[in-house]
């Protein structure tokens, strides 16, 4: 049985960009797209930080903590779980 793959756009998940949303119960803004998957990356909205390693992995600065999370499933045929609970703030 052929199943048609789900057809979402960058521009659709581009307009995201700046949105807040609560994932697992924390506060965060869709900071970007990949367009790999696609996926969008998260970043806390809260001040918890976390320490980012330079290409040598020594600790350089603090940064906010981000996320990537899939639109589409593996298959591509239906919407991820993680992208459908997501919840707008």
């Known amino acids: 049985m ?17 949105l807040r949303v609560r994932h697992h119960g924390l506060s965060c803004q869709v900071i970007e797209v990949l367009e790999d998957g696609p996926s969008l990356v998260l970043q806390n909205c809260k001040t918890v930080s976390t320490i980012q390693a330079n290409q040598f992995g020594d600790a350089n ?12 499933s593996p298959d591509k045929t239906e ?9 707008l703030e």
Not at 61 to 72: A, G, K, N
Not at 79 to 87: E, Q, V
């Open 2 to 18: 052929f199943m048609d793959e789900i057809v979402i756009t960058l521009e659709q998940l581009r307009g995201m960009i700046g």
């Open 61 to 72: 600065r603090r940064v906010p903590q981000t996320q990537t999370i899939p639109v589409l």
């Open 79 to 87: 919407l991820h779980a993680l992208f459908l609970s997501l919840d």
